[in-house]
């Protein structure tokens, strides 16, 4: 709500992009250039493309960021604040069926409590039961899928609705169909696309800033897009190793069978998950993963100090 303070009006909006010490807000349908207040510029370090802000609207026409507001959560990679969802975007082939990876942005957004929804692309290039035995992994695993094709088009309006009023951010390996999907999204954006090169491709993207990318209908802003830059390693140590488990969503019932409160479903006898995976109820992938993740977390935790 805008209300009137000394020369300028104070109104809240979120920031969809910084640009050398400038900060754009987007007030409703419009963006502002804003620069931080004071203080807060000594630290503008801190301020996210997410961040929701107090804005002071001067009446020479500039606008000063006076405060952040709370932040709900914030991603390291990219960096962003309050972020909705995470959709993870894969394919089976060009590149093949990325699991691990695909599991570890889940297990980080699940940590952050970001919601997760998995987008299987180039369904043009495979057939539709492989593609649904695909998404039968993670919808088993309590998570929505969709499934697309950037090229055909097929899928996009059930995408679409998923976006809709949210911030979120596309994550997935490199040469997925990101940058693809948000320019079929949102024709104009004109998003660099192909895939990179193993060696030699990194600099073109790595450089860029995050920017929530705003998705328009008619005159309106009905959701933003982070296209993430493509990643390859994604650190799972800022989690506690008793915590992992319940980044797995399948494992939260079968973990309340285990025998000892403090089970991490490894080797400890009378454990629900184990029997879960046993019995096919959970997902063997989705589980060695979680041994994994584990094994690197505790790595990590016993050479700290
Ligand atoms: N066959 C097919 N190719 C696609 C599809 N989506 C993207 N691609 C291709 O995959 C390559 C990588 O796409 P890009 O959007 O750059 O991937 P990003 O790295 O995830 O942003 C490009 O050559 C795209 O043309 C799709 O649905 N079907
Ligand atoms: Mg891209
Ligand atoms: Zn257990």
Redesign the pocket.
Known sequence: MAEARGAGLVVEGRIVGVDSGFYDVALGDRVVRARPRGRLRLDAGELLTGDRVELLLMDDGTAVIQRVLPRRNRLLRPAAANVDQVVI?FSLV?PPWNRALTDRIAVLAEAEGIDVVFCL?????VDAAEAEAAAGVYRRAGYPVVL?????GAGLESLLERLRDRVTVLA??????????LNALQPGLK??????SRRGGRGRHTTRRSRLLPLVRGNRVVGYVV?AP?FSRLDVTVIDRYELADCFPEFREPAQQCRFDDCLHRAEPGCGVKRAVEAGAVDPIRYRHYLELLDEIEEYEANRY
Do not use: I
């Open positions: 975007v060009e692309n180039k369904m043009d290039l697309v094709s950037a090229r055909t997935g390996e490199s040469g997925v169909g990101k940058s693809t999907l998003l660099e696309t192909g895939q990179l296209d493509g």
